[in-house]
């Protein structure tokens, strides 16, 4: 039992043991190579030179990127390091861009590494062809005419082989894949790595600003390269052209952990502070010789002059800025949106509720006329009741009556003022004495009158009492005698006015 425990226990120790060994073993030192890369910014100088590399052909060099072809026909360019590695196993990024304003662009860019620096102007992409090395080639342009470029493919010469540009080297490529990387919206990104005789590219499609979004494009073992080589880029244009642009080349060499270089901290750092300062030195010389050729600058402090280039930072912060202007135009175009949709509904509303209320009118006129009417569904909107619409139309019967009859009392005020008005105008005397005074005082006058008589003839029937006399005059006689009592007094009055007023007129 004991025994048995024992083993069980040893056993897993040797396990763990060898699994800790092999990934030991699988792990690797990686060592940045800065003579070997180039990134932006400064990336060139301004005497147009790339630190510890040399361009030709039509390449040019800039303070962002390398052009290593522009977009012109039949152009050449490349671009090598000027020393040779000191390490066997490496690892390069290379960030570029290939861009054209054709469907299709030619011809290509290649990279390379081989045991001798090619040629500026040559025939492979615009190097050497018989190299002795690997090349690996973006090519853009589509020699065979069998539908499959662009196309990523690695091919390793031992200086003899010439490559065969009417098939896209199909028949020599160790391995490749169909790869778009023409006219992407961010640089298109390959990770070529070569450890332990194993070559694996990963290539970055240029649709994400993603730095992890590789993907496999090849991996070929048993990859013998030749020792101490150079890296270099070339590219080549032909009847049709488009820019080829790297960005970033950026070399770390590989190490298993084991056989990792052990350089004293001390002596690396005392090259590197040599190596700045010689370039401080450089590019202060660069800025005198800057100012003794444009004077015009004088006035400038060399402070101002920096001022033109941006570092990461702030381009970052650039970046971030117009990400932010992009999501707060997005953002009002949105808002400006909703406010039409929101307008167009309630013009829909209003429309709606003014039909319904069409409606509601419409039903009670049936039913006034005795059909029985539809009833409309208004709970879910807030709009005019029938009893209300009744209300409102008994109303406006109301007010068109009273307004006709305010129209008549108008029109018969309007004919009695005429009527005044004529009878003025048939006044002699601009005096107005209303008729009506007199015509009372005469009608109170003929009162008085009659109250007289009635009084005399109750004294006279009180002076003969036994009720009945058969002397006296009836009533009816009386009242005719008043009668025309009465009239002889009316028509001295009106001689009288005749005659005031024919008076009056000699005055
Ligand atoms: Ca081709
Ligand atoms: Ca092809």
Same mark, same amino acid.
Request: charged fraction near 20%.
């Given at each position: 039992m004991g025994t048995r425990s024992y083993v069980l226990f040893y056993v897993l120790?040797?396990?763990?043991?060898?699994?800790v060994n092999n990934i030991y073993g699988a792990l690797v030192h990686r060592k940045f190579e800065y003579k070997y890369s180039f990134k932006p910014p400064y990336l060139a100088q301004k005497d147009g030179s790339v630190p510890f590399w040399e361009y030709g052909g039509n390449a040019i060099a800039s303070a962002e990127n390398v052009r290593i072809a522009?977009?012109?026909?039949?152009?050449k360019g490349a671009i090598w390091t000027k020393s040779p590695t000191n390490f066997d196993w490496w690892e390069v990024d290379m960030v570029f861009r290939i861009t054209g304003r054709g469907r299709i662009g030619a011809d290509g860019l290649a990279f390379w590494y081989t045991q001798n620096k090619g040629s500026y102007e040559g025939d492979v992409f615009g190097s050497s062809d018989k190299w002795v090395g690997l090349g690996i080639f973006f090519d853009s342009f589509d020699n065979d005419n069998k539908h499959n470029n662009p196309y990523i493919y690695a091919m390793v010469n031992d200086g003899t082989k010439q490559f065969d540009h009417q098939n896209d080297g199909l028949t020599q490529s160790a391995a490749g894949c169909l790869r778009d990387f023409r006219n992407k919206p961010f640089p298109t990104r390959a990770r070529i790595e070569y450890y332990q005789n194993t070559l694996t590219l990963l290539f970055h499609n240029g649709m994400t600003s993603n730095d992890q979004d590789y993907e496999m494009c090849l991996r070929v073992d048993n990859i013998v390269l030749p020792k101490n080589g150079y890296f270099g880029i070339s590219a080549a244009t032909g009847g049709l052209a488009d820019d080829h642009d790297v960005l970033h080349f950026l070399t770390n060499s590989l190490w298993p952990v084991d056989q990792a270089p052990v350089q004293s901290a001390s002596e690396e750092q005392q090259r590197l502070a040599q190596e700045y300062q010689e370039y401080q030195n450089k590019l202060e010389q660069q800025k005198q010789d800057y100012r003794k050729e444009h004077p015009e600058h004088q006035g400038k402090q060399p402070e101002e002059l920096e001022d033109w280039f941006e570092s990461d930072s702030q381009r970052e912060l650039r970046q971030i800025f117009q990400g932010q202007s992009q999501i707060y135009d997005v953002l009002r175009e949105l808002n400006r949106k909703l406010d039409e949709m929101v307008?167009?509904?309630?013009?829909?509303?209003?429309?709606?509720?003014?039909?319904?209320? !069409?409606? !509601?009118? +419409?039903?009670?006129?049936?039913?006034?006329? +005795?059909? *029985?009417?539809?009833?409309?569904? $208004?709970? /879910?909107?807030?709009?005019?009741?029938?009893?209300?619409? $009744?209300? &409102?139309?008994?109303?406006?019967?109301?007010?068109?009556?009273?307004? #006709?009859?305010? @129209?008549? &009392?108008?029109?018969?005020?309007?004919?009695?003022?005429? @009527?005044?008005?004529?009878?003025?105008? @048939?006044? *002699?005397?601009?005096?107005?004495? *209303? =008729?009506? /005074?007199?015509?009372?005082?005469?009608?109170?006058? =003929?009162?008085?009158?009659?109250?007289?008589? @009635?009084?005399?003839?109750?004294?006279?029937? !009180?002076?003969? *009492?036994?009720? $009945?006399?058969?002397?006296?005059?009836?009533?009816?006689?009386? &009242?005719?005698? !008043?009668?025309?009592? &009465?009239?002889? /007094?009316?028509?001295?009055?009106?001689?009288?006015?005749?005659?005031?007023?024919?008076? #009056?007129?000699?005055?």
């Amino acid at each position: 039992m004991g025994t048995r425990s024992y083993v069980l226990f040893y056993v897993l120790v040797y396990v763990l043991n060898s699994v800790v060994n092999n990934i030991y073993g699988a792990l690797v030192h990686r060592k940045f190579e800065y003579k070997y890369s180039f990134k932006p910014p400064y990336l060139a100088q301004k005497d147009g030179s790339v630190p510890f590399w040399e361009y030709g052909g039509n390449a040019i060099a800039s303070a962002e990127n390398v052009r290593i072809a522009p977009s012109l026909r039949s152009q050449k360019g490349a671009i090598w390091t000027k020393s040779p590695t000191n390490f066997d196993w490496w690892e390069v990024d290379m960030v570029f861009r290939i861009t054209g304003r054709g469907r299709i662009g030619a011809d290509g860019l290649a990279f390379w590494y081989t045991q001798n620096k090619g040629s500026y102007e040559g025939d492979v992409f615009g190097s050497s062809d018989k190299w002795v090395g690997l090349g690996i080639f973006f090519d853009s342009f589509d020699n065979d005419n069998k539908h499959n470029n662009p196309y990523i493919y690695a091919m390793v010469n031992d200086g003899t082989k010439q490559f065969d540009h009417q098939n896209d080297g199909l028949t020599q490529s160790a391995a490749g894949c169909l790869r778009d990387f023409r006219n992407k919206p961010f640089p298109t990104r390959a990770r070529i790595e070569y450890y332990q005789n194993t070559l694996t590219l990963l290539f970055h499609n240029g649709m994400t600003s993603n730095d992890q979004d590789y993907e496999m494009c090849l991996r070929v073992d048993n990859i013998v390269l030749p020792k101490n080589g150079y890296f270099g880029i070339s590219a080549a244009t032909g009847g049709l052209a488009d820019d080829h642009d790297v960005l970033h080349f950026l070399t770390n060499s590989l190490w298993p952990v084991d056989q990792a270089p052990v350089q004293s901290a001390s002596e690396e750092q005392q090259r590197l502070a040599q190596e700045y300062q010689e370039y401080q030195n450089k590019l202060e010389q660069q800025k005198q010789d800057y100012r003794k050729e444009h004077p015009e600058h004088q006035g400038k402090q060399p402070e101002e002059l920096e001022d033109w280039f941006e570092s990461d930072s702030q381009r970052e912060l650039r970046q971030i800025f117009q990400g932010q202007s992009q999501i707060y135009d997005v953002l009002r175009e949105l808002n400006r949106k909703l406010d039409e949709m929101v307008g167009r509904q309630e013009r829909t509303l209003s429309l709606i509720s003014m039909q319904q209320q !069409a409606a !509601a009118v +419409g039903g009670q006129a049936q039913q006034a006329g +005795g059909q *029985p009417s539809q009833a409309i569904p $208004t709970g /879910y909107i807030d709009t005019i009741r029938r009893d209300e619409v $009744t209300t &409102l139309f008994n109303n406006q019967n109301q007010l068109a009556n009273l307004i #006709k009859d305010v @129209k008549q &009392l108008i029109a018969t005020v309007s004919s009695q003022a005429d @009527k005044i008005i004529i009878n003025q105008s @048939k006044q *002699p005397t601009a005096q107005i004495q *209303p =008729m009506g /005074y007199d015509m009372q005082s005469l009608v109170a006058e =003929m009162r008085d009158g009659l109250n007289h008589v @009635k009084q005399n003839v109750a004294q006279f029937a !009180a002076q003969r *009492p036994g009720g $009945t006399c058969p002397s006296c005059v009836s009533v009816t006689t009386l &009242l005719i005698i !008043a009668v025309i009592q &009465l009239a002889i /007094y009316l028509g001295y009055s009106i001689y009288r006015d005749n005659k005031d007023s024919h008076y #009056k007129k000699f005055y």
